[in-house]
């Protein structure tokens, strides 16, 4: 995969990881939360596992869109063709 290919993947896929993030524990209280039944994390912990975990199914999400995009030639902002 290309370069330029995992800054279309990863960048939008950080804001609405942290987008998503924001909105989901504005409703709930990392300190309620229990993994497992008997597992229980601190605030810090569960932001970042949360945004960790939303970060990834977004960049998942990305990637799948740009692996079944159409194929074509890429140019650069002058028109001319972009070898990567």
Same mark, same amino acid.
Not at 15 to 19: K, P, S, T, Y
């Given at each position: &995969? =290309? =370069?330029r290919s995992w800054m279309w993947i990863l960048w939008p896929s950080f $804001?609405? @990881? +942290? #987008?998503t993030s924001a909105t989901v524990f504005a409703f709930i209280d990392p300190l309620d939360i229990e993994f497992l039944g008997h597992i !229980? #994390?601190? =605030?810090?912990q569960v932001y +970042? @596992? @949360? /945004? /960790? %975990? /939303?970060? %990834? &199914? !977004? #960049? $998942? !999400?990305?990637a799948l869109t740009l692996h079944m995009a159409p194929r074509g030639i890429i140019l650069d902002e002058f028109g001319d063709p972009v070898n990567d």
């Open positions: &995969m =290309r =370069r $804001l609405v @990881g +942290a #987008a !229980s #994390a601190s =605030r810090q +970042a @596992g @949360g /945004f /960790f %975990l /939303f970060w %990834l &199914m !977004s #960049a $998942l !999400s990305s």
